[in-house]
């Protein structure tokens, strides 16, 4: 159960990041014995793999500040985040069943299947709420919110992999946000439309 919290929070963080839980669970997998990799996903770890990572993120990092072009970057990473929810939804349970986890042992199409949809649902909210806020803002708030969704997405990593039991407290947090902030945008959508 806690391997599947720890997938979950991973594709979760993939949603907002694809890079940051592949480089968390690598660097992780690398440096410490707090996760095992199997041999299928061994190369996370990898010191190569690491590093294109690293580059990947810092140009993530950067594309995802920049009004509009932040938009573009959400369009090409619609298929990179899920991927990556996959691949970590999958890294960790195949590393819980290294633990003797037997559940997700039967179906480990399963694990690729709710990873990717659970951060294909999570990129859909960020990519439908960020032309939003970039037009509310006049681009302002586009490093803003860019930052937040970077250190959320590196929070949950963390959560995720040393404190799964909290991934759904977590998870809740970032749905009430979402749908917060969901309210507030439509409330300004319908003040401007309505006549002064």
């Known amino acids: 159960?806690?391997?599947?919290?720890?997938?979950?929070g991973l594709s979760t963080a993939a949603g907002l990041n694809?890079?940051?839980p592949l480089l968390v669970v690598g660097l992780?997998?690398?440096?410490?014995?707090?996760?095992?990799?199997?041999?299928?996903?061994?190369?996370?770890?990898?010191?190569?793999?690491?590093?294109?990572i690293g580059v990947?993120?810092?140009?993530?990092?950067?594309?995802?500040?920049?009004?509009?072009?932040?938009?573009?970057n959400d369009m090409i990473q619609t298929v990179?985040?899920?991927?990556?929810?996959?691949?970590?939804?999958?890294?960790?349970?195949?590393?819980?069943?290294?633990?003797g986890s037997t559940w997700m042992s039967h179906n480990p199409w399963l694990s690729w299947v709710l990873g990717i949809g659970i951060a294909l649902a999570v990129h859909?909210?960020?990519?439908?709420?960020?032309p939003v806020v970039n037009a509310s803002t006049a681009g302002?708030?586009?490093?803003?919110?860019?930052t937040v969704e970077d250190a959320g997405a590196l929070g949950m990593s963390l959560i995720a992999i040393f404190l799964p039991v909290l991934v759904i407290v977590a998870v809740a947090v970032l749905a009430l946000f979402a749908w917060w902030a969901t309210r507030k945008i439509r409330r300004r959508r319908a003040l401007r439309r309505s006549p002064a």
Do not use: C, H
């Not at 990947?56 to 573009?72: G, M, N, Q, R, T």
């Open 1 to 8: 159960m806690l391997a599947a919290l720890t997938g979950l």
């Open 18 to 20: 694809a890079y940051i």
């Open 28 to 52: 992780i997998a690398n440096f410490t014995d707090q996760l095992r990799l199997p041999q299928e996903f061994a190369w996370l770890s990898n010191g190569w793999v690491l590093g294109i």
């Open 56 to 72: 990947l993120l810092l140009a993530e990092f950067v594309l995802d500040k920049v009004p509009v072009v932040d938009s573009v």
């Open 80 to 99: 990179v985040r899920p991927v990556s929810g996959g691949v970590v939804f999958s890294a960790t349970e195949a590393a819980a069943r290294l633990d």
């Open 124 to 130: 859909v909210m960020k990519t439908t709420a960020r």
């Open 140 to 146: 302002v708030g586009a490093p803003v919110v860019s």
